[in-house]
C-alpha cells in the first residue's frame, strides 16, 4: 500500500508539473520604441564643367548653372578655391535670378556634366 501511495503521489506530481508546463505562457513584454523624428538629407553635387566655364550646382533632378568669372576660372582648380566657390553658389541659390536657359545653351557636353536624370535645368544669376 506504501508503494501504491508513493506512485499515485509521484504520478500527480508528474501530471502537475506537465499542465504548469503547458498552461504556462512566456509571454515578452510589448516592445515599444520612442517617437523620433524622421530623418531628413539633401545631397548637392558639385561640377565644374570646363568647355562652358560653368559650375553646376545639382540637386535631386534639378542643374544650377553658374558663370564664373576669370578669377574664379583659376580657383576652381583648388582645393580651398572650390570649397569656396560650392559654399558662395550654395547660399546663392535662395536668392539667385533662376531662368531655364535656351536650346541653343544647352549642349551635350552641358547635359552630360548635369547628368542623364536631370530634367529641370537653370542659368542661375547672382
Known amino acids: 500500500m506504501y508503494n501504491m501511495l508513493r506512485v499515485t503521489i509521484f504520478s500527480i506530481l508528474c501530471l502537475a508539473i506537465a499542465m504548469a508546463a503547458t498552461t504556462t505562457t512566456t509571454t515578452k513584454r510589448p516592445h515599444t520604441h520612442p517617437t523620433w523624428e524622421p530623418t531628413e538629407h539633401d545631397t548637392f553635387k558639385f561640377v565644374y564643367e570646363p568647355r562652358n566655364h560653368l559650375m553646376l550646382v545639382i540637386n535631386?533632378?534639378?542643374?544650377?548653372?553658374?558663370?564664373?568669372?576669370?578669377?574664379?576660372?583659376?580657383?576652381?582648380?583648388?582645393?580651398?578655391?572650390?570649397?569656396?566657390?560650392?559654399?558662395?553658389?550654395?547660399?546663392?541659390?535662395?536668392?539667385?535670378?533662376?531662368?531655364?536657359?535656351?536650346?541653343?545653351?544647352?549642349?551635350?557636353?552641358?547635359?552630360?556634366?548635369?547628368?542623364?536624370?536631370?530634367?529641370t535645368y537653370y542659368v542661375a544669376t547672382i
Open 60 to 119: 535631386s533632378n534639378t542643374c544650377y548653372m553658374f558663370t564664373l568669372t576669370d578669377a574664379e576660372r583659376v580657383s576652381v582648380h583648388s582645393d580651398t578655391g572650390i570649397a569656396a566657390l560650392e559654399m558662395k553658389f550654395l547660399s546663392s541659390l535662395g536668392t539667385a535670378t533662376l531662368t531655364a536657359p535656351t536650346e541653343d545653351q544647352m549642349d551635350k557636353f552641358l547635359r552630360h556634366a548635369c547628368g542623364g536624370h536631370i530634367n
